[in-house]
């Protein structure tokens, strides 16, 4: 039994409303829809490509876009270099952006509850360490901390994956810890301390279902922010490796011929400005939905 049932119910009551308050907000619903059209362009990329995106065929290289001179409606953006299709690279370099995305805020969040848990319901020394690491950690630039971390395991998917979880999950935390810290006196915390209910129990059961939404708005917005990292990773070499289409990498490959071929590197730079804007749009929705101090 929950010692938090009463507490709870207004809040599931709140979320909803919350949820209705985000739906009302048409540039934010309307950039949530922009993500969930990039997340179903990566889910279904094998149906949706209209080619293999690594498939190269010289005699296309650097074909302009289908509607420039020399172009070709079966590659309406263009080709690369190596004559590979610039629009199914973009399709299926949505996976790669989406899927790390995921992947580290998922890992961070997790990682990030259970400590900040911790250091905001027990304190003392466990609150102590948490909190030095924490500082440690936010005291080294993100981008420069994760190309050293990259320069050493070399590139991967996994290790990207694990370089910038093993500094992103220092924002949940410190969300967690300072909401813990606001809740862990309350009413239903103190009622289930005096039944004898367990640290791990209160913790789990009775105050994280009723911080979960800060959390969840936190998440979001860092999601644009890890997307950003990883194709400025890829830019530099650092991240996903060739033939894998990623839209950092992809980027890189346009720099030489910028001048005379921009859509190679234009192209997949629109997708990234996109996906990002319209997560930062979306994100600010929420947290004007969620967030106590920007609601009605």
């Known amino acids: 039994m929950s010692f938090a049932s009463d507490a709870r119910a207004p809040a599931d009551s709140l979320f909803r409303r919350n949820l209705r308050a ?26 949706i490509a209209p080619h293999d995106p690594a498939a190269t065929d010289l005699f296309r290289r650097l074909q302009p876009p289908a509607w420039m001179e020399g172009g070709d409606w079966a590659f309406p953006l263009g080709c690369d270099a190596l004559g590979r299709d610039i629009l199914s690279r973009i399709i299926y370099g949505a996976r790669i952006s989406i899927f790390i995305g995921v992947a580290v805020i998922l890992v961070a969040t997790v990682v990030g509850i259970l400590a900040g848990l911790a250091a905001g319901y027990l304190r003392g020394w466990v609150d102590i360490v948490i909190s030095r690491i924490v500082d440690i950690l936010l005291g080294f630039p993100y981008l420069i901390f994760a190309i050293g971390l990259m320069a050493m395991m070399g590139p991967g998917l996994a290790n990207i994956i694990l370089v910038m979880a093993y500094k992103e999950w220092v924002i949940p935390c410190r969300v967690v810890r300072g909401e813990t810290l606001a809740v862990r006196e309350l009413e239903y915390v103190e009622a289930a301390r005096a039944v004898g209910a367990s640290d791990r129990h209160i913790m789990l059961r009775e105050i994280l279902p009723n911080i979960l939404s800060p959390v969840l708005v936190v998440a979001t ?76």
């Open 22 to 47: 985000f739906a009302a907000n048409r540039l934010a619903f309307g950039s949530a829809i922009v993500v969930l059209i990039f997340v179903v362009m990566a889910v279904f990329a094998p149906w």
């Open 221 to 296: 917005i860092r999601m644009a922010d890890v997307i950003i990292l990883e194709a400025a990773l890829s830019f530099l070499g650092l991240g996903v490796q060739p033939p894998t289409a990623s839209w950092g990498a992809m980027v890189a490959d346009g720099r030489a011929f910028i001048l005379e071929s921009w859509w190679v590197s234009t192209f997949p730079g629109v997708a990234i400005l996109l996906l990002v804007l319209a997560i930062n749009v979306a994100s600010q929705g929420l947290r004007d939905a969620f967030d106590p101090r920007f609601s009605e």
